[in-house]
């Protein structure tokens, strides 16, 4: 993960030495050795992804030349923000670190968990997880990805029911996903509460450009804004068709997905077929975008 763009660049390597620095941890021994459990635990897995996007972007950022406005997907909204100059890199990288920590805690304290459900309209998902939802037991939707595939989050039992209620309305697959926790619901509230304790010391700019949020969908121009908006993600969906279409909207046509593998290209096909996307993850990658 992000090794050969490492070993080829050196501006690459400085970020994950930095954010070693910062955090005290062999961060890219982990990313690029694992084992794969210690990699995907969330406090490990949110910063190393994180590293491995602002590495790329900053092999890439003079080849990128005007960008016109950015978005991230969950966790890569603080990667969109880095990159707009939001915050800077060893405040997101802390921050990021303590996110995934507070995240693992509250999926401890109150055990959830999530699910994806493909081939249901988003309003035929929502009415599934208000009629699994009861009292004490609630599921939601967290992530609205792409027309017909919609994450759904909340505590263990309310989604097996809404796995069952999925399935019975005509869904194509309805399966757990393998997660610590209810990410993007209201089980999250003690993690986000915690959070946005820990950004009251980090220092936010306005962006040099916008980046959209995934809990309005809209455009954010105003750190103030970004930072409440950082902390309200952890217990809001992640608005992703409505972020896709609020850039196209705004007369984008070619997307650069910067950093590991390429779901939101996929995602970004299934949401608009003439949108443009190019990954940009892999050193091979960074070299054929550098010399095009």
Not at 169 to 179: E, K, W
Not at 204 to 220: G, K, L, Q
């Amino acid at each position: 993960m992000g090794r050969d763009v490492a070993e080829r660049y050196p501006v690459a390597r400085d970020a994950w030495r930095e954010a070693e620095d910062v955090l005290g941890v062999d961060l890219s021994r982990i990313a690029w050795e694992g084992p794969e459990e210690e990699l995907t635990a969330t406090h490990n897995a949110q910063p190393a992804i994180l590293v491995h996007s602002i590495a790329v972007y900053r092999v890439v950022a003079e080849a990128l030349g005007d960008v016109r406005i950015a978005a991230g997907h969950s966790l890569g909204e603080f990667s969109a923000h880095v990159a707009a100059g939001t915050l800077d890199f060893a405040s997101a990288v802390k921050t990021v670190r303590r996110r995934g920590e507070l995240m693992y805690r509250s999926g401890e304290a109150r055990p959830g968990t999530m699910a994806a459900v493909l081939g249901l309209a988003d309003e035929d998902v929502e009415r599934v997880c208000r009629d699994a939802s009861v009292p004490g037991e609630e599921c939601v939707p967290a992530n609205y990805n792409a027309p017909g595939q919609v994450v759904i989050s909340g505590d263990v039992a309310a989604v097996e029911r809404a796995i069952e209620l999925a399935r019975s309305a005509g869904a194509r697959r309805a399966l757990r996903l393998n997660v610590s926790g209810a990410f993007h619901s209201p089980l999250m509230a003690p993690a986000e509460r915690e959070l946005a304790a820990h950004l009251e010391g980090v220092e936010f700019h306005d962006p040099r450009f916008p980046v959209v949020s995934n809990v309005t969908a809209e455009p954010v121009s105003e750190g103030a804004v970004a930072r409440d908006l950082l902390i309200r993600q952890l217990t809001a969906p992640v608005r992703w068709v409505a972020s896709m279409r609020t850039i196209r909207s705004a007369g984008i046509e070619r997307f650069v997905e910067l950093g590991p593998g390429s779901v939101l290209s996929g995602l970004l096909k299934r949401i608009d077929g003439n949108a443009r996307a190019q990954t940009v993850g892999t050193a091979t990658e960074v070299e054929a975008f550098i010399g095009a």
